[in-house]
């Protein structure tokens, strides 16, 4: 089986939350990184101090040891530290040249001599080779355990760790109130544009209407004259084509205009598919496309029927723009959730991956050349993700290229549905 492409978009209402976001997912890993060198470091300083420790004792033993007797031992200093013992945190070890063990002072050391490594499980050591007369009599090992290190190094990582979520949450409430001063002049200038297209829009609304009346008033008198009509007609097509885009603007900025989900309205939607299908029946039949109904249960949701209709016939005539004579297009109610799930299915020409991120941008265009063709503004898509968006409602699309599209909408239901009833509807 092929897989399709598929993009869900999810509403986003507020830029400050994903700078906010953002900048606390920068400022973990950025925290991370300097713990973990902080660790390696406050390591490595432990090392260097206690490597210089064991030099200066080494240094300091060397005089207290007997080397013209053969084999290397303590002089009178190991029978005194014997009898009384010195509290030390070194492990002192005299071994031969074979590395047999020959004295040991103070506490359990490393189990033998270690000539290649100046780092075990549990001790930090040093070794010093015993020269007389030019020749290795023996070793002194001097060991420090490490369990003072590891219990610092412990301490040093919980502090880290306790101090990481005040840390992020200090930072996620500070980047919350500078983003919104940040954000202002952005906010200020998105309004300024919505305005102007709002504005741009109202004000060519009238000449439009204008113009259009009287190219159809021309275009009659032109007929009952008998004479050519063609340029008359190419305006009269491109001020209805242009009159839809400036409809379809007013429409974004009256939605975006508005606070979300401020519609408090309930219906219920399979009269709307119905009355979709029906006024688009003649227009798929000319096109030579099925429309059909598939499974519609009986839901409500909690959007006005005006943004209901404008969402699923957005979508329909989407669906009849990019499918070809012959194919099919679906509509299908039901429920997920908390959510009521309709989906318009087409056989249509697909969305490349390409193209999917893209589709729901203002003017774009998948098959450019077909959309002008059909009278397609760019905007329809656009209208669908903002309707959804104010009602609190997001859209997945399914697409695989030269098989066809899925829309998904999911909008919130209302009153809720019961888990018996969700089963005698699926009966």
């Not at 799930?341 to 998948?366: C, H, M, W």
């Not at 098989?403 to 919130?412: A, C, K």
Request: aromatic share 8%; hydrophobic share 45%.
């Amino acid at each position: 089986m092929v897989l399709g492409i598929e993009l869900k978009i999810f509403p986003i209402s507020n830029v400050r939350w994903r700078i906010a976001l953002l900048f606390v997912t920068l400022s973990g890993v950025l925290y991370i990184v300097i713990a973990v060198l902080t660790v390696l470091a406050f390591h490595w300083i432990l090392d260097y101090s206690t490597d210089g420790q064991l030099n200066v004792l080494a240094s300091d033993l060397g005089h207290a040891i007997e080397l013209n007797s053969g084999a290397p031992h303590f002089r009178d200093w190991l029978r005194v530290v014997k009898t009384k013992p010195a509290k030390s945190l070194a492990s002192i070890q005299l071994y031969n040249p074979n590395g047999n063990l020959l004295e040991h002072y103070g506490p359990i050391g490393p189990a033998s001599l270690i000539k290649n490594s100046n780092q075990t499980k549990d001790f930090r050591l040093i070794v010093s080779p015993l020269i007389h007369d030019s020749q290795t009599v023996g070793f002194l090992q001097i060991a420090l355990p490490t369990a003072y290190k590891d219990e610092a190094l412990q301490k040093l990582e919980l502090i880290i760790v306790l101090l990481a979520p005040i840390c992020l949450l200090g930072l996620g409430i500070t980047s919350y109130l500078v983003s919104d001063v940040a954000t202002a002049p952005i906010r200020e200038n998105l309004n300024m544009l919505k305005q102007f297209i709002a504005d741009a829009s109202h004000e060519l609304n009238t000449p439009l209407s204008i113009f259009q009346a009287r190219t159809d008033v021309l275009e009659k008198k032109l007929k009952r004259s008998n004479l050519d009509v063609e340029d008359i007609h190419i305006m009269n097509s491109a001020t209805e084509r242009m009159a839809k885009i400036v409809n379809d603007l007013m429409l974004l900025a009256e939605i975006e205009g508005s606070p979300q989900g401020s519609v408090d309205e309930i219906f219920q939607v399979n009269d709307s598919i119905e009355q979709i299908i029906s006024g688009f029946q003649s227009k798929f039949d000319e096109k030579g496309i099925l429309l059909q109904k598939e499974t519609c249960l009986p839901v409500s949701v909690y959007v006005s029927e005006e943004f209901f209709h404008n969402i699923i016939s957005n979508l329909v005539e989407n669906a009849w723009r990019y499918t070809e004579p012959g194919g099919a297009v679906s509509i299908s109610v039901n429920c997920d959730r908390q959510y009521a799930k309709i989906q318009v299915k087409d056989t249509g020409i697909g969305i490349s991956a390409e193209n999917l991120p893209f589709i729901f941008d203002r003017f774009y265009r998948v098959d450019k050349s077909r959309s002008r063709a059909s009278g397609g503004s760019g905007l329809g898509l656009s209208i669908v993700k903002a309707l959804i968006d104010s009602q609190k409602g997001y859209v997945n699309v399914h697409s695989k290229l030269g098989e066809g599209s899925i829309f998904t909408v999911f909008l919130r239901l209302s009153p809720p549905i019961s888990i018996t009833q969700q089963r005698s509807w699926k009966k």
